[in-house]
């Protein structure tokens, strides 16, 4: 195990003191060790986060940190083949990458498959990179710091869960908005018709979705659970409503929403009006932390029918809870529903497991 103070305190002796990520339920420790640092910036995708990296580079001649999930690596491929390679710009980053599907750590289907080729990936990139384990990784992963600043290079280290530990213990944030989510969402599946189809985005939406229907027994429309593909949810929606004459619903987090905002753009320009669009609003990143999304200063309202959305509807409180949502159900226009809640109460939630099973009830 690695003290994250340790950790922070290496970068900035080497004077990288500038952080931009994604929120990582393996890096929350660190996450949470920044919310007061005025040079750490949370980004909305993993390729936004390397590019505000370097342009800090391009301010400060300084190494910036960028900490993402090993899925998010994806994400950040374009700005760091084509801006920061060694034969394009040469300019040196610090990756923390949160490793989850490590070989020796059991997880999810979908993160063993991103797991088992994230050391490849890096190796085909060209950056050099630390696994670290316990401290005394800690000085190899420092000289890997100083060969970045000295030939202008890229390096990592991949962290797995568990790794990384704090004196305090993290607190959990507490909620933004009143709306219990469990309740919001048990009364829109008691709602909605047997053909309805439901596509929910990774994270907690989906898990409780399936909880949900367990718990109360509610056998209305079926599910297709994004268990990775952040931000993606909208577009797959978009994609079967396009054929479909089923009512598709499209449940999304604010946090998924931001990460791949055009997407919404195109739901708005293409979609059907059996398109329908929820988004969850809590103003964090529940399942990785608590991180605060910034999502409660937008509006939704001017900015879903900017998109091309031509009815908007909100919901932020208990009263009349079933029939502002039949209203939302009902509209015969392509429509929006943002949905102001809670953060998760639901604890040891389940998560998906026989993902070909639920794919195949999905297309029934």
């Known amino acids: 195990m690695i003290k994250v103070e340790n950790l922070i305190d290496l970068l900035k002796k080497n004077k990288s003191d500038f952080f931009s990520g994604v929120p990582d339920s393996v890096l929350k420790v660190l996450s949470s060790s920044l919310k007061d640092n005025n040079?750490?910036?949370i980004a909305t995708n993993e390729g936004s986060a390397v590019s505000i990296g370097i342009g800090q580079y391009l301010s400060t001649k300084k190494i910036p940190v960028i900490y993402m999930q090993n899925s998010g690596l994806s994400n950040a491929l374009n700005p760091l083949i084509s801006i920061a390679h060694k034969k394009v710009y040469s300019i040196p980053l610090i990756?923390?990458?949160?490793?989850?599907?490590?070989?020796?750590?059991?997880?999810?289907?979908?993160?063993n498959v991103k797991g088992k080729i994230t050391k490849n990936l890096l190796k085909l990139l060209g950056i050099k990179y630390t696994i670290l384990r316990s401290e005394i990784d800690l000085k190899k992963f420092d000289k890997q710091i100083k060969f970045a600043r000295k030939n202008k290079n890229i390096v990592a280290c991949l962290v797995e869960k568990g790794i990384l530990q704090k004196k305090v213990k993290i607190k959990k944030k507490k909620d933004f908005y009143n709306l219990d989510k469990e309740l919001f969402l048990k009364t829109l599946l008691q709602n909605i018709s047997k053909k309805t189809k439901i596509i929910s985005s990774t994270g907690y939406n989906s898990r409780e979705l399936m909880y949900l229907r367990k718990k109360y027994q509610i056998k209305n429309g079926k599910d297709f659970y994004m268990v990775g593909g952040m931000g993606h949810t909208s577009s797959v929606a978009l994609g079967y409503s396009l054929t479909s004459k089923d009512k598709i619903i499209c449940i999304d987090g604010d946090g998924s929403f931001l990460m791949h905002l055009g997407s919404i753009k195109s739901a708005g320009t293409f979609a059907n009006k059996n398109y329908k669009y929820i988004?969850?609003?809590n103003n964090t990143?529940?399942?990785?932390?608590g991180q605060n999304t910034y999502a409660n200063k937008i509006n939704f309202e001017k900015l879903s029918k900017s998109f091309g959305f031509k009815k908007f509807y909100s919901i932020r409180?208990?009263?009349n809870l079933a029939r502002?949502?039949?209203?939302?159900?009902?509209?015969?226009?392509?429509?929006f529903l943002e949905v102001k809640i809670t953060?998760?109460?639901?604890?040891?939630l389940p998560r998906p497991k026989d993902l070909i099973k639920i794919k195949n009830q999905f297309m029934i």
Request: hydrophobic share 30%.
């Open 39 to 41: 040079k750490h910036i």
């Open 95 to 111: 990756l923390i990458i949160g490793w989850r599907g490590s070989p020796l750590v059991k997880d999810e289907p979908q993160h």
């Open 279 to 281: 988004l969850l609003n």
């Open 285 to 289: 990143h529940d399942s990785v932390g």
């Open 317 to 319: 409180n208990e009263k």
């Open 324 to 335: 502002s949502i039949k209203n939302f159900l009902s509209s015969n226009k392509l429509s």
């Open 343 to 348: 953060n998760s109460k639901i604890k040891n």
